[in-house]
């Protein structure tokens, strides 16, 4: 009986597998370069915003940034008081959120449990398209629709003029409408279809099985979307700059004029600043705000979804 | 609370304290007829050719069913031969299947369930269901219970805590979560929520209990002491079970309804079709049908 | 035995028996979400049709075939339309390029649980949430200015842009290879192909759908981008076409932009015309997507 010795070189590649073999791991390194690359960038956004940043807060004070209430920085002699930003971007925010929240429920509730599938095919759709206007547009759409005919129509409280947070904020939501429907939708359809059928099993109606069921169920999904909904409209600067005007307005009035913190740095890229100049500076430190902000809003809306998952089943 | 499967009679025992009317048995001869001029349980529920379609695909067809007052009824037979499906029909769930269309009639105490008589809201009020997954609302246990009658009526608190005592009583788990009724239903034993979703069905006040393979997500335990709940209720809440368990169909129910698949001329997936009908008894000790012999002895030998 | 608290009284029928006060409870509920249904389809529509009404007459030949002129009726956005092709082009094929590297790398090299990959998917997911205006602030900084010091040109914004559709080409990117199922891959291996081979011979090809629905995607949104670009000297009167990367330039959104501030009528009415051209061409390209995404699913 013949053994078959085999040599011990017998399974090992050569040649052109052999070259093969060593250009793939080459060409894994040049990959993991490129995909390092997503991670510079977030960096760079970090280190871009820091260092001007360090700069402006030595030139200007803190207790000045935080404590005064007239944002002129511009001007000769500049005034550096944040708040009229911050009051004019939470105004803007809290319109626009008023809207888009409870019309994006509303819109996910009817697609979830009472639309036919006729009228699902072409609701979603006109949500796509919606979704998919550009920001420059709704700022037209702003001033020669919403502007005039909505916002000075229905503002009583004061005279409303060509500029008004409430004509920004009513289209940044109408804005962002879509996208909350879709996010809030996810969350619903995520419920278990036996939970919804144990609720009408009890003899519940649509609507009672929407609030009862559904939307405790989908609670921290549709938080979620709500808060990624109010980072969305913090950041919004087009809209804003066409229809809220340049004027930071240390006001509540939702009526008037008012700069946001994204408008602001928009507005002051629109005019030359010189690099190192404070103008200059002011816009990093503007962003940095911004970017906290909203980070901080973006990482709120994860942890919610991922610490309320387990409640849930 | 027991069940003896000897050859001569059945005898049950139930609970004492329940036995507000002496439940007639049904058929204690060796040869069994269930129309044989005894008196029978008063018939509160039944299906006339009911069959129902999802699209074009005729799912399951000709069952003719009735289904009476104190008694359990169990439905059985291989999967995907529309017990699901049938039992759906008795409470219009299947209505929320857009596909489906449900032939032939359904009888509730005369009142075809299907007609313009018949509110669906209502008809799931008066015939409710329990699911074979537990499916308790990620809510309190309190609140999982009162959800029915907030959602049908305006029940004071006082009106509602009874309610909510009561039902969990009769479903076997008051004492186990009396001090903690606000916690999540969720902290509750797989068993525990089951009996829990029973509460739930039970605190509307229903008329018939449906059960869609209940135990085939618990263990034996919690099993046992499903059983036995189905055992005391039933003079309450006459039962419809569907159960791919033989034992369990031959232990705890009264009446058996054996379901098999067929493919008729044309069609290229299995229909399901009744093959026969009778009292437990019957349907285990001597078949009329050869397929419910094959399909008894095949699982049982 | 417990009395048993019934909220209805016994009935021999069942018709419904619901309260008013909860049928009219459902009634409202059904208003309101018809209420906000209705909004958004209003919204669309009086969007369109603001649009279309101040825009209609300025639609001739002439707006895509002049350069800006301080009067509208001559004013044409040829400029603007040949800026937005060289820009869009350009960060559309740099962001694919990037994006399929660091997709397949996460998806078929890496370890899945590995810590690098979740650290490169956090700081996707973190990119994906900064507001554009800010992608604005780092190309001002690093690439107009600062390290590369490219200036206000083509150069500047189509980097920009690549950075900001970056995680949205991503993210799709996976999902398209995703979906790629595993017997495909094992196929290959069992037939002695190496990872690589695997990838672009099978994975990639079969993915392509995937990717390019996911592309036209980003493409749809860098056509449609202004926030950054304002601040990237895309505003400045540009009359010519752009030359090369060095060149200055602007886009389609920045015009309109510009005219919609105009107070005269008739350049809004150019600023309007402008947002139909837009809205075509993002309209085509989503016509691209799904015909691609049609014909995908015929082949399974």
């Not at chain 3, 390290?147 to 970056?166: E, I, K, P, Q, R």
């Amino acid at each position: 009986m013949n053994t078959v010795v085999t040599s011990v070189g017998e399974l090992q590649p050569s040649g052109r597998k052999l070259r093969q073999q060593r250009t793939e791991r080459v060409i894994r390194v040049l990959l993991m370069i490129v995909a390092t690359s997503g991670v510079l960038v977030t960096t760079g956004v970090v280190v871009a915003l820091v260092r001007p940043t360090v700069e402006f807060f030595r030139a200007v004070s803190i207790s000045e940034f935080l404590g005064t209430t007239a944002w002129f920085p511009l001007y000769e002699p500049p005034d550096f008081g944040v708040w009229p930003l911050v009051i004019g971007t939470f105004s803007v925010m809290l319109v626009a959120v008023i809207i888009a929240v409870p019309g994006g429920l509303a819109i996910a509730f009817y697609l979830n449990q009472y639309a036919s599938d006729r009228v699902r095919r072409n609701l979603k759709p006109i949500l796509e398209i919606l979704a998919g206007v550009p920001t420059v547009v709704f700022g037209f759409f702003a001033i020669n629709f919403v502007g005039p005919n909505i916002a000075a129509k229905i503002w009583v409280f004061s005279d409303v003029g060509f500029y008004s947070a409430l004509s920004a904020g009513i289209t940044v939501g109408l804005m962002i409408l879509p996208m909350m429907t879709t996010l809030a939708e996810d969350a619903m359809a995520a419920v278990p279809r036996a939970l919804i059928e144990g609720s009408y099993a009890l003899g519940a109606t649509k609507r009672e099985t929407c609030t009862g069921v559904i939307f405790p169920a989908a609670l921290s999904g549709i938080i979620a979307a709500g808060v990624i909904a109010m980072s969305r409209a913090i950041g919004e600067t087009t809209i804003v700059l066409l229809a809220a005007g340049s004027t930071a307005n240390f006001s509540f009035d939702i009526g008037q004029p008012m700069q946001t913190m994204s408008s602001f740095i928009g507005f002051a890229g629109l005019g030359d600043q010189p690099t190192g100049s404070t103008g200059y500076q002011t816009i990093f430190a503007v962003g940095s705000l911004l970017f906290v902000i909203t980070f901080f809003l973006n990482m709120l809306s994860r942890r919610i979804v991922s610490k309320f998952r387990e409640v849930y089943e | 609370m027991v069940e003896d499967m000897s050859n001569a009679t059945i005898s049950k025992t139930t609970g004492g304290s329940r036995q507000s009317d002496s439940v007639v048995r049904v058929n204690l001869s060796s040869d069994s007829q269930s129309n044989s001029g005894k008196p029978q349980n008063e018939m509160i529920m039944q299906s006339v050719d009911l069959q129902v379609h999802y699209g074009d695909f005729l799912a399951v067809r000709d069952v003719n069913l009735t289904i009476h007052k104190g008694e359990i009824t169990a439905l059985i037979g291989p999967s995907g031969c529309g017990k699901s499906t049938i039992i759906r029909c008795f409470n219009r769930m299947n209505d929320l299947i857009p596909t489906a269309k449900v032939g032939g009639k359904v009888f509730y105490k005369g009142i075809d369930l299907y007609g313009p008589e018949a509110n669906a809201g209502e008809v799931r009020r008066r015939i409710g269901m329990v699911f074979q997954k537990p499916n308790p609302f990620p809510k309190s246990i309190y609140d999982n219970v009162a959800f029915g009658p907030r959602v049908n009526g305006k029940p004071t608190k006082a009106e509602t805590d009874e309610l909510v005592e009561s039902s969990l009583k009769r479903a076997a788990l008051w004492e186990e979560v009396k001090d903690r009724l606000k916690q999540s239903a969720f902290s509750l034993s797989g068993g525990q929520q089951q009996r829990l979703c029973i509460a739930r069905a039970l605190a509307v006040n229903p008329d018939v209990l449906l059960m869609d393979e209940p135990c085939s997500a618990l263990d034996p335990i919690a099993t046992a002491r499903i059983e036995d709940l189905m055992a005391e209720i039933k003079s309450e809440y006459p039962i419809v079970i569907v159960t791919h368990n033989m034992q369990q169909a031959a232990r705890v129910s009264d009446r058996t309804a054996f379901f098999n698949t067929e493919i008729g001329a044309n069609a290229t997936r299995p229909t399901g079709v009744l093959v026969e009908y009778d009292t437990t008894r019957k349907i285990f000790a001597n078949p009329s049908d050869t397929r419910t012999e094959q399909y008894i002895s095949g699982r049982m030998g | 035995m417990s009395s048993v608290v019934s909220a209805q009284p016994v009935a021999t029928d069942l018709h419904d028996t619901t309260s008013r006060s909860r049928k009219n409870l459902d009634k409202l509920f059904l208003g309101g979400l018809w209420i906000f249904t209705l909004l958004a389809i209003i919204t669309l529509v009086t969007l369109v049709g603001t649009t279309l009404l101040k825009g209609y007459s300025r639609l001739n030949l002439s707006l895509i075939t002049n350069f800006p002129s301080p009067f509208p009726e001559d004013a044409g956005i040829q400029a603007a339309i040949f800026g937005s092709i060289w820009v869009v082009v350009t960060s559309g094929l740099v962001s694919l390029f990037i994006a399929m590297g660091t997709a397949i790398y996460l998806e078929e090299f890496a370890d899945q649980g590995s810590r690098f990959n979740k650290l490169i998917t956090i700081n996707i997911q973190t990119l994906a949430g900064v507001p554009s205006i800010v992608f604005g602030i780092l190309g001002l900084a690093f690439v107009a200015r600062g390290w590369l010091g490219w200036g206000f040109t083509v150069g500047t914004a189509s980097a920009v842009l690549t950075m900001m559709v970056l995680p949205v080409m991503i993210v799709s990117a996976r999902e398209a290879l995703k979906a790629v199922p595993s017997s495909l891959r094992e196929g290959a291996y069992a037939l002695g192909a190496t990872r690589w081979q695997t990838i672009v011979k099978q994975v990639v090809p079969s993915a392509i759908p995937g990717i390019a629905t996911g592309s036209i995607l980003g493409v749809s949104r860098a056509l449609g981008e202004s926030a950054p670009l304002i601040l990237l000297g895309a505003l400045a009167y540009v009359s010519s076409n752009p030359a090369g990367f060095d060149s200055d330039y602007t886009v389609l959104p920045l015009v309109i932009l510009k005219y919609t501030q105009e107070a005269q009528e008739e350049f809004q009415a150019v600023g309007a015309a402008a947002i139909i051209v837009l809205l075509v061409l993002l309209i085509a390209l989503n016509m691209i997507a799904i015909v691609i995404r049609d014909k995908s699913r015929k082949s399974w």
